[in-house]
């Protein structure tokens, strides 16, 4: 009885350091691809580049990460995820470092694929072995606060990168970035543990039914689901507004408000990060209380997120004054992090647990394939366009606000797919699975 309470106490802990140990990759994760951004008006200096030109270093990196996220799903349901996050991590940290080499174009947006490509390892392996550690009580909250360091991982990117390049120059910035993540991949390599699928750490529980399936076949099986291209479709456009103020909205308040660089770069993430990451717990939270009654409630909440949403980023691109723009900006965070909290939440309750990675796979291939065209589209605007650099920049922020209503039509779409009666015995026979 004694060793049996202290393994589950074992296990317990066991579960929320792993936790601890995949927020912090999390966060290096996403500080890495947001720190270029911070730094376009040195790079816009030092080399020359047109905004068509930054667009597209911008882009590079979601084009490849999307590409390849589907491989990296598919890999995260048959591979051992502890491999693929430390490899990534590594891989990933050292493209980041070399970024600090470049000197052309080519280099620039070279780097920046292999950045995507490392980084497209993580995410499917992350959510799956997280959703293994933690049961149906846990499961979650773990998942939220995973989340948590997406938003101050891009605040940590955007402001540290600006700081490090006033002080020692843009280089040292992506040196600095790339040696954390070398050297925290030291430490997942001896700390981190990967366990048996729906099982815990060398657990002798059979394999479940059609595991070894090859890839178009789990794919094929996640893409007949129900209301899953629906929402899919949604979060490409959702991340393409998104991608855009990660990309453009340091160069926005450097230009258009002529604040500082550091200023500029934190300004543009802090707002809108620090609202999301407090809005979207909260709309998880909201999201299972509704579900108690209302089927598909997190949809809901998205939609409501999103309509609401619609109307910031149009307040976002014609705001006047610092004030207006930060209320913009922080009201717009609250309603992305509203929208967040379900991403995966909802694609999960139509499919299976043994296609969780592939899943998250396919939806990084869409999201961020439409989000490498917002920072492109915007770009180009701002460099062809009619009118002043910034009246056309303006203008196509205010713009890409019809990308949040597609999102709304498309997830409301999905929500009624799911009201149907084929779609209720379908997704009655996935719970019976489960």
């Not at 200096?45 to 047109?50: N, Q």
């Not at 040696?179 to 981190?192: D, E, K, M, Q, T």
């Not at 076949?217 to 991608?243: E, I």
Request: overall charge positive.
């Amino acid at each position: 009885m004694h060793d049996s309470s202290l393994m589950k106490e074992s296990d317990q802990k066991e579960k929320w350091i792993v936790l601890g140990l995949l927020w912090c990759v999390c966060l290096l994760n996403y500080a890495d691809r947001q720190a270029i951004s911070s730094l376009f008006p040195l790079l816009e200096k030092d080399f020359g580049f047109s905004k068509a030109q930054l667009g597209m270093i911008g882009s590079a990196f979601m084009v490849v990460y999307a590409i390849s996220s589907p491989i990296a799903g598919f890999l995260g349901d048959r591979l051992s995820r502890k491999g693929l996050i430390l490899g990534g991590c590594l891989f990933w940290s050292l493209m980041t470092g070399m970024t600090g080499m470049c000197a052309k174009l080519w280099q620039f947006v070279t780097a920046r694929s292999l950045i995507g490509l490392g980084e497209s390892v993580y995410f499917p392996s992350a959510a799956s072995l997280l959703s293994d550690y933690h049961g149906v009580q846990t499961r979650s909250t773990a998942l939220s606060f995973h989340q948590s360091a997406v938003y101050l991982g891009t605040i940590v990117g955007g402001w540290l990168g600006a700081v490090i390049a006033a002080h020692f120059g843009w280089r040292w910035a992506f040196y600095g970035f790339g040696l954390a993540g070398i050297c925290f991949s030291l430490i997942l390599w001896v700390r981190l543990r990967d366990i048996s699928r729906g099982g815990k750490e060398g657990s002798k529980s059979p394999p479940m039914e059609d595991e070894e399936s090859g890839m178009l076949v789990r794919f094929s099986r996640v893409l007949k689901s129900p209301g899953v291209p629906l929402l899919m479709a949604a979060f490409a456009c959702v991340n393409g507004v998104g991608a855009i103020f990660l990309v453009w909205a340091p160069t926005f308040l450097f230009e258009k408000f002529h604040l500082s660089l550091v200023s500029a770069g934190f300004s543009a993430v802090a707002t809108i990060q620090l609202a999301s990451a407090v809005s979207c717990p909260l709309s998880g939270i909201l999201a299972d209380h509704l579900s108690l009654t209302i089927r598909s409630a997190r949809m809901l909440v998205q939609i409501a997120a999103l309509l609401l949403g619609l109307f910031c980023v149009v307040a976002v691109g014609h705001a006047g004054t610092l004030p207006i723009l930060f209320a913009s900006m922080i009201s717009f965070g609250f309603c992305k992090g509203g929208y967040d909290g379900g991403i995966f939440a909802s694609a999960f309750d139509l499919v299976e647990s043994r296609d969780r990675a592939s899943l998250v796979g396919l939806m990084n291939l869409l999201g961020w394939g439409g989000g490498a065209l917002g920072p492109l589209l915007v770009g180009w605007i701002t460099t062809y366009g009619r009118g002043t650099p910034m009246e056309r920049m303006s203008g196509a922020i205010s713009w890409s606000s019809i990308a949040y209503l597609m999102a709304a039509g498309l997830i409301l779409a999905a929500y009624l797919r799911q009201r149907t009666p084929q779609s209720d015995s379908i997704s009655s026979g996935v719970e019976d699975r489960r």
